[in-house]
């Protein structure tokens, strides 16, 4: 494995108050985060995501509405 985060890639539409639904194993993988970190759940999320993307980490391929 690369070390890179596959997306598939699809049209979403943006949420006005930055609400999303995890999975329960997301969601457990981001307390267990937050906890460590000392971090509130919101900040550790906004941390990974923005981390993810400023260090190229996500991969994003073709989905669903490309073929």
């Known amino acids: 494995m690369d070390g890179k985060i596959y997306l598939p890639r699809r049209k979403i539409a943006r949420n006005s108050q ?3 639904k995890l999975t ?5 993988a981001l307390v267990e985060a937050a906890e460590e970190s000392g971090l509130s ?3 550790a999320a906004s941390m990974i995501i923005t ?17």
């Open 18 to 20: 930055g609400t999303i």
């Open 24 to 28: 329960p194993e997301a969601m457990n």
């Open 41 to 43: 759940v919101r900040q």
């Open 51 to 67: 981390q993810a993307v400023q260090n190229n980490l996500i991969e994003y391929g073709a989905g669903e509405d490309d073929e």
